[in-house]
Antibody
Framework: EVQLVESGGGLVQPGRSLRLSCTSS????????MSWVRQAPGKGLEWLGS??????????EYAASVKDRFIISRDDSKNIAYLQIHSLKTEDTAVYYC???????????WGRGTLVTVSS | DIVMTQSPDSLAVSLGERATITCKSS????????????LAWYQKRPGQPPKLLIY???TRESGVPDRFSGSGSGTEFTLTISSLQAEDVAVYYC??????????FGQGTKLEIK
């Protein structure tokens, strides 16, 4: 059974950094690109970025709105994808989801999400 | 970027009745080389992660009930629930994956029971 479990969320002060993890199981992690998507309170889904597989040099792409502050990485030996967020802003308050992406850019499995609250 | 616009923003339908949600893209998501529409639909229930319902505009994901169907081509698409069940109460999102990045989602349509 495919499972994605996000962790690392919580209450963080503005300006701080945070690293979220997405621990995967039930599939060959190294064969799939991974993405991060967030949903702010009362808002819709916002794609943040993706990381390709080692075959594609683990290249990353980001949404324009976050590309200067967000970094996605992966550790295939641990089956984990990461989202590093720098210079957190109150508007980064959201539930952050990781999602599995296949050859095409839709997402067939999602984690349950981790809540990040940015507040002083 | 391709802009995805859904209508309506919210919808109330009686149990057992048909629900129809529309999604329009700012440019075509039909790939001429393979005649596929790069359009997916997701269901987002409160407190749960999004769930993939439909991809290639009309292909149901494994395990999705057949009361869910997708149709359309080019720039206009429809998600239809043929007979609304209580568990279908959710927000539904369309997403294009034709020109990426970025992936873009519609703003969502909230479906409730009348």
């Amino acid at each position: 059974e495919v499972q994605l479990v996000e962790s690392g969320g919580g209450l963080v002060q503005p300006g701080r950094s945070l690293r979220l993890s997405c621990t995967s199981s039930g599939f060959t992690f190294g064969d799939y690109a991974m993405s991060w998507v967030r949903q702010a309170p009362g808002k819709g889904l916002e794609w943040l970025g993706s990381i390709r597989t080692q075959t594609y040099r683990e290249t990353t792409e980001y949404a324009a709105s976050v590309k200067d502050r967000f970094i996605i990485s992966r550790d295939d030996s641990k089956n984990i994808a990461y989202l590093q967020i720098h210079s957190l802003k109150t508007e980064d308050t959201a539930v952050y989801y990781c999602a599995r992406r296949g050859s095409f850019w839709f997402f067939d499995y999602w984690g349950r999400g981790t809540l990040v609250t940015v507040s002083s | 970027d391709i802009v995805m616009t859904q209508s309506p923003d919210s919808l109330a339908v009686s149990l057992g009745e048909r629900a129809t949600i529309t999604c329009k893209s700012s440019q075509s998501v039909l790939h001429s080389s393979n005649n596929r529409n790069y359009l997916a639909w997701y269901q987002k229930r409160p407190g749960q992660p999004p769930k993939l319902l439909i991809y290639w505009a009309s292909t149901r994901e494994s395990g999705v009930p057949d009361r869910f169907s997708g149709s359309g081509s080019g720039t206009e698409f429809t998600l239809t629930i043929s007979s609304l069940q209580a568990e279908d109460v959710a927000v539904y999102y369309c997403q294009q994956y034709y020109i990426v990045p970025p992936v873009t989602f519609g703003q969502g349509t909230k479906l409730e029971i009348k």
